[in-house]
């Protein structure tokens, strides 16, 4: 029993390191090869999980060539625009200038009630008012309305909004990220002061932030004394 407890947290541990190597993305993110590689490794994982007397290179081996094949492609399509359209495919217009092209519909195997879904999660309500909506490669669309029907941009409406900046975490979790101070020019000492300013303890804090314009964020924990 302990046994195949070890021997699954070690294939956990495995397919862990090979998704962290192929990228960060979502699944729904995911390009089909990858999906494909990611759906195959966790199939070839359960093998040696199910079967205790099954070598673990029974699931090591075939994962690790896998991975490797999916980084030799990744690096091919990074390389040759022929190889990435083989292989990720290319974007397709489903609108342009606000004209349905109804064979790519078909062709695409997107419906009509899709088409208007993804329209809705891109806050838009009214075919008519959009110009572009591209079909991208990973599955997601890209919605571009006529410029008229766009909200305006601050720069439009003649505003001048104050500029932004980059929270930094200082405390996170009653742990203060000492890397983090040279970010912000801060040291143990200004963190100490927020922290009697707010009255509390470092355990206390859930969250202390500070951005390069000097806005400081405290966050107490819930349920402390």
């Not at 000492?189 to 969250?207: C, D, G, Y």
């Amino acid at each position: 029993m302990i046994l195949s407890y070890i021997r699954t947290i070690i294939m956990y541990l495995l397919l862990v390191v090979v998704i962290r190597v192929m990228g960060k993305r979502q699944v729904g993110e995911m390009e089909p090869a990858e999906f494909v590689v990611t759906m195959l490794a966790a199939n070839l994982a359960t093998s040696p999980i199910e079967d205790p007397g099954a070598p673990l290179l029974l699931g090591f081996t075939p994962i690790l060539a896998i991975l490797g094949v999916e980084l030799t492609l990744s690096f091919v399509t990074m390389r040759s625009v022929t190889a990435r359209r083989l292989l990720c495919g290319k974007p397709v217009i489903l609108i342009e200038n606000g004209k349905l092209l109804q064979e790519n519909l078909r062709r695409t195997r997107v419906t009509l009630d899709e088409l208007i879904g993804q329209l809705r999660q891109k806050d838009v309500l009214d075919i008519s008012t959009v110009q572009y909506a591209i079909l991208e490669t990973d599955g997601g669309m890209s919605v571009f309305p006529y410029p008229k029907d766009r909200p305006a941009s601050a720069k439009a409406a003649g505003i001048h909004p104050k500029p932004e900046f980059l929270p930094v975490i200082l405390v996170e979790d009653g742990r203060i990220l000492e890397e983090n101070f040279q970010k912000v020019g801060k040291d143990l000492h200004w963190v100490k002061q927020i922290l009697r300013e707010n009255h509390a303890r470092l355990e206390q804090t859930l969250l202390l932030t500070v951005d390069t314009a000097g806005k400081v964020y405290y966050l107490k924990k819930e349920n402390t004394p």
